[in-house]
């Protein structure tokens, strides 16, 4: 018997486990004491902790796998990585650090963290490097655990932070992460200006696109089938979202070896189906034989209902069904004990079944139908008949 093509639900069960070895660090930065206060990122923090963990329409991960980090200095923040990376036990645990607020630009050009502590240097143009937490120091110690690193960034500059610009942060940014990481990680950043349009209560204007695009769910026909929006199809929306909007676009980078990770649950999401309808009719009859049970070959099964029922028979094994089966070979068909007792009506099969991403087996539909293969000369009024309504 031909077999059912393997299908994108296979990588949902791969991203469906994936969410047990991830952590998610919120970082968010507004009270400065030595940098301008910023009132934006409490509204992202808030934005980000609904999609992750607090709305049960979007979020797929747990509260105590979502760490609030609000208002650290560099310390704090270093210790909060150190406590994370000691705790791992297994090889390839994965790490979503989403940050808001300040970032700077440091001698090297690289990207650093600024923390409520941080210090402008003698002249105000600059900040001093001690004061900030490099990327490159996060990735140092992440890389040693073996830990995949998702960043999500959705930081500002201003003159004091960057005095030479930060046109080129986000590439070197990216560079920090790719000399120690290879093609296993994942970058989200974006470097704006800091403005009153980018900065308000409402949030910055990155992080409420992101909000946006992670709670609309995949629209297309293939986005419907995913379970999620995970890091491999987000980019897309991202660009097409902000494009629309008039937002920057953000720098993406995604690893092609980055194990695949659930971000939020795509609300648009219908499950792989199969119904048992009137074209599987015809399969049974012909291998009930009017009770005497008979075996085809796949050839004259396709000779006698055609290719489009034909190309249909092999649902008719997927369990919980489970009617038909191989016979002496695979070019070979004939019904189970099961399909002889439903071809028999001795019992109903449930008329939906579904695909569960979660261990790629199929199961039966929530509130589906049940139907009884009946036979014209017997009693219809105990029975409903395949396929009808």
């Known amino acids: 018997m ?21 952590t ?70 994965i790490l979503i650090l989403y940050f808001t607020g300040h970032g700077c630009v440091l001698y090297n050009g690289n990207f650093g963290f600024c923390f409520i502590d941080s210090v402008l240097g003698r002249d105000n143009n600059c900040v001093l490097p001690s004061s900030s937490v490099s990327i490159e120091e996060v990735v140092l110690t992440l890389s040693n655990y073996d830990i995949h690193p998702l960043f999500i960034i959705d930081a500002c500059f201003s003159n004091a932070t960057a005095p030479n610009g930060y046109s080129r942060v986000q590439s070197q940014m990216d560079l920090s992460v ?12 974006s470097c704006n200006e800091l403005s009153t349009t980018r900065d308000t209560t409402d949030g910055g204007i990155f992080t409420q696109g992101l909000y946006q695009v992670f709670t609309s769910g995949l629209e297309d026909k293939d986005g419907k089938r995913a379970p999620y929006i995970d890091i491999k199809n987000v980019s897309p929306r991202i660009i097409s979202h902000f494009t ?6 953000p720098h993406i980078t995604i690893g092609e070896n980055m194990p695949n990770i659930p ?25 009930w034989n009017q009770g005497n049970p008979q075996k085809m070959q796949l050839s004259e099964l396709l000779a006698a209902i ?8 092999s649902k008719l094994a997927l369990p919980p069904w489970a009617l038909v089966q191989d ?11 099961k399909g002889e007792q439903f ?47």
């Open 178 to 189: 790719k000399n120690h990481y290879s093609d296993t990680y994942g970058l989200i950043a």
């Open 2 to 22: 031909s077999r059912a093509k393997k299908d994108e639900v296979s990588e949902a069960a791969r991203e469906y486990r994936n969410l047990g070895r991830t």
């Open 24 to 93: 998610i660090f919120l970082v968010g930065v507004s009270a400065y004491k030595n940098l301008e206060v910023l009132r934006g990122p409490s509204m992202d923090m808030e934005m980000m902790n609904q999609v992750f963990c607090e709305d049960l329409a979007f979020s797929c991960y747990e509260q105590k796998q979502v760490i609030n980090i609000e208002e650290p200095t560099c310390d704090e923040f270093r210790k909060n990585i150190i406590e994370y990376v000691k705790q791992r036990s297994a090889i390839g645990d």
């Open 306 to 313: 055609g290719p489009g029922a034909y190309a249909n028979h």
């Open 343 to 389: 071809a028999k009506g001795e019992f109903p099969i449930p008329k939906t079944l579904y695909k569960d991403f979660r261990d790629n087996t199929w199961k039966v539909q929530e509130g589906t139908e049940e139907i009884y293969f009946v036979h014209p000369q017997k009693d219809k009024s105990r029975t409903a008949r395949v396929g009808g309504r």
């Open 244 to 249: 629309h909007e008039g937002i920057p676009l």
């Open 263 to 287: 971000l939020v649950k795509n609300i648009t999401h219908s499950p792989l189906q199969v119904k048992f309808t009137s074209y599987f009719r015809p399969i049974i009859e012909l291998l």
């Open 327 to 337: 016979a002496e070979n695979s070019r070979e068909i004939k019904l189970t004990r």
